[in-house]
């Protein structure tokens, strides 16, 4: 798996009006990267102040018909976040599907290149209190490549406690609105430690994904949309 190469996105906050164009935007500059593998962690949608949360659960259908349009020899492959489980979790997650996305809830599928193998797992979102790390982990070998997939990064100092190399997330927005010399004015829980950019924590490695979409205000400020390549490489085995 030497050269194995992810591309991660996150956080669409899909509408037709705003969050929908660093979209479009970005599904060229993936496809021209190559991606082996294409991960997705969360947040395809918006849960509203006000109004029928259920509703807005079906954004994730024109949101899943934008994404698919990426291609990767392995696939698209998601996780929840927050605002996709105070919708309803159900809708979204069959509405990925139903494009060819599989959502990971709890669970772990091998990726295989050139007899290789690394384990991509996925959990449900921390704060839904969804996440089973145990169960999502059972098993795998303990002497194989793990990629986490989880929506809020702050979990890491909870996944550092298990057999797991690389923890993808995304939930921060990296801020979204960024003054400078000053720290994030804002940023919502467990996304307080870790909220952009690439982590050691203990025996983990964490990529923070600042996002495409917005929320609340449909604006950034010196905090731009993120399409992240990561790039593998062996190292000596556990």
Request: proline letters at 9%.
């Amino acid at each position: 798996m030497d050269g194995f190469t992810i591309a991660l996105l996150s956080d669409f906050h899909y509408d037709p009006l705003f969050s929908v164009h660093p979209l479009h935007a970005a599904i060229p500059m993936v496809n021209d990267l190559h991606p082996d593998l294409i991960v997705l962690t969360g947040d395809f949608v918006t849960k509203p102040s006000f109004g029928n949360r259920e509703k807005a659960a079906f954004d994730a259908e024109p949101c899943a018909r934008l994404l698919r349009q990426m291609t990767a020899p392995l696939g698209l492959w998601a996780v929840l976040g927050n605002h996709d489980e105070g919708t309803d979790h159900r809708v979204v997650t069959r509405l990925l599907q139903a494009e060819g996305i599989p959502v990971l809830a709890n669970r772990s599928e091998p990726i295989e290149r050139d007899g290789g193998r690394i384990w991509l797992t996925g959990v449900g979102d921390v704060l839904s209190h969804t996440d089973d790390l145990w169960k999502a982990l059972r098993g795998v070998p303990g002497d194989e490549a793990v990629i986490l997939l989880a929506h809020e990064p702050d979990f890491a100092d909870e996944a550092a406690r298990f057999p797991v190399d690389l923890q993808l997330s995304g939930h921060s927005h990296g801020g979204q609105i960024r003054l400078p010399l000053l720290p994030p004015l804002y940023l919502p829980p467990l996304a307080r430690k870790y909220y952009l950019g690439t982590y050691r924590v203990g025996p983990l490695w964490l990529h923070t994904n600042a996002g495409l979409g917005t929320i609340e205000v449909a604006m950034r400020l010196n905090c731009p949309p993120e399409i992240t390549l990561l790039k593998l490489h062996s190292g000596p085995k556990r």
